[in-house]
């Protein structure tokens, strides 16, 4: 994604674009990804401390309240980011730590029990945890 497609997101969605948010934007939305807050931060730094872990974690933290960005949180102490926003649902393999989508249409939640009164539902989230098959 270019800087000037990025910058137009970014204002669509009313985030002003700064330089760090852009560069965090154009590598989230390049291509359909999940990313946990460290991978951003070594892929927008390269290497480089330019971005502080603070800024990614608020960015990626705006971007989600913004709807650009899920958080999916698969454990306690792990959360991804994905960049697919449409209703979708997850496999996490616990020795990998890799994020994947479930093929679209595959599972479906039927029979929800009524709602706690003055809720609406707000979405589902499926995780399926896996693991690598013993031999």
């Not at 390049?30 to 974690?57: C, D, F, W």
């Not at 899920?70 to 980011?81: C, L």
Request: glycine residues 6%.
């Amino acid at each position: 994604m270019d800087r000037q497609v990025a910058t137009l997101m970014l204002r669509e969605h009313g985030i002003t674009p700064t330089q760090q948010r852009v560069e965090i934007a154009q590598y989230l939305f390049a291509q359909p990804r999940h990313v946990s807050a460290e991978q951003v931060m070594e892929l927008v730094n390269g290497g480089r401390p330019r971005v502080s872990k603070a800024t990614i974690y608020n960015t990626l933290n705006l971007f989600s309240r913004k709807g650009l960005v899920r958080q999916i949180i698969v454990d306690p102490t792990k959360m991804f980011y994905d960049s697919n926003v449409g209703r979708h649902h997850h496999f996490y393999n616990i020795d990998t730590g890799e994020l994947t989508d479930v093929p679209p249409g595959t599972i479906q939640v039927d029979d929800l029990p009524e709602l706690p009164a003055g809720t609406v539902a707000a979405g589902i989230d499926v995780i399926i945890r896996v693991r690598t098959e013993e031999t």
